[in-house]
């Protein structure tokens, strides 16, 4: 018995707290769905769970029945917890080195120097190195109290392009940048305006945001950023290639178990050595969906890629799709 509106991950709380921390999806009338899936009466539903799976703060949004909400807040406080000894044992070595004292006018001091919210929360992020703890040498003492340091008003730099371009490489080192057999010495990504494959003539350009992005030198845009960019532009070429590689697209939906991406990825550019074009993940709830987009030379070895991706454990489909 659930009330209206429970999910997937009520229904695991409800068979066993130890289910329903491990739950990272479920099937539910033989279809795999996100552990928010809300149940209906008649559902038939199958929970899958992972060893590696733990409950976090997201769940609480997920869940309607009291038991749930109680086993996932314990779990989370019990684990914060004992994170936290470790930032627990790094503080005090830090104070024991400086002479002062770990007590509660210090901790109370450096939680609203750090501005959290309590001494847990404190010593819980200096455990997962979110505070490195490097501001204490700026604090005095006065015995063995913390004396915060008096705030200090920065002035910001402005960063020109010319800037920019100047740290991101040489005009020594630009000349020398190829692709193709060494792609994967260089983070570049590939304009969309004009899908350039290996082959074409193409120059790099050094982007603000998105690194080092190649164009065709017939691409549509290609006489306004050489116009209007000229210092922004990477003289490039592609590498001496045996074969013509072909552009082509996956799409992979599985659980979102932990490692799953490395697989996929380790499978596609370590074993089979496809160069990897570019590669989107996006997770919710316990199911990732994932594009990638790759260079292979011919449907013989999209099709055992495609084999290999739907034999790992986790993926509930992988279907190809033609890049534009």
């Given amino acids: 018995m659930l009330p209206i509106g429970a999910s997937a991950l009520d229904f695991a709380f409800g068979v066993h707290t130890a289910v329903g921390s491990k739950c990272i999806g479920a099937k539910v009338n033989h279809k795999l769905v996100p552990i928010s899936h809300k149940l209906r009466s008649g559902d038939q539903i199958e929970i899958i769970t992972s060893a590696k799976q733990k409950p976090n703060i997201e769940w609480l949004n997920f869940v309607v029945t009291s038991k749930a909400k109680s086993k996932i807040k314990d779990t989370l406080k019990e684990e914060k917890r004992h994170i936290a000894e470790e930032g627990k044992y790094t503080l005090q070595r830090k104070l024991d080195g400086m002479g002062a004292a770990m007590n509660q006018h210090n901790m109370e001091e450096l939680t609203a120097f750090y501005k959290v919210h309590s001494s847990l929360d404190l010593l819980y992020e200096i455990a997962i190195k979110k505070i490195d703890l490097k501001e204490l040498k700026?604090?005095?003492?006065?015995?063995?109290?913390?004396?915060?340091?008096?705030?200090?008003?920065h002035v910001a730099e402005e960063k020109t392009d010319k800037d920019f371009h100047a740290k991101t490489y040489s005009k020594k080192d630009a000349e020398l940048i190829i692709f193709g057999e060494s792609s994967d010495k260089i983070q570049y990504t590939l304009a969309n305006c004009c899908k350039p494959i290996p082959g074409d003539d193409?120059?790099?350009?050094?982007?603000?945001?998105?690194?080092?992005?190649?164009?065709?030198?017939?691409?549509?845009?290609?006489?306004?950023?050489?116009?209007?960019?000229?210092?922004?532009?990477?003289?490039?070429?592609?590498?001496?290639?045996?074969?013509?590689?072909?552009?082509?697209?996956?799409?992979?939906?599985?659980?979102?178990?932990?490692?799953?991406?490395?697989?996929i990825t380790n499978l596609i550019s370590g074993e089979l050595k496809f160069n990897i074009s570019a590669m989107t993940i996006e997770a919710k709830e316990g199911i990732f969906e994932g594009n990638v987009k790759i260079f292979v030379h011919d449907k013989e070895e999209l099709d055992e890629l495609v084999d290999r991706l739907n034999a790992m454990s986790g993926i509930e489909r992988v279907d190809r799709y033609d890049t534009e």
């Fill in 138 to 153: 700026e604090f005095t003492l006065h015995g063995d109290k913390l004396v915060p340091p008096k705030p200090v008003k």
């Fill in 202 to 263: 193409v120059f790099g350009f050094v982007t603000t945001g998105e690194g080092l992005k190649i164009h065709r030198t017939n691409c549509p845009n290609a006489t306004r950023l050489l116009a209007n960019y000229g210092h922004r532009v990477v003289k490039t070429k592609w590498a001496k290639n045996k074969e013509i590689s072909f552009l082509t697209g996956l799409k992979i939906i599985g659980l979102d178990d932990v490692g799953v991406i490395h697989k």
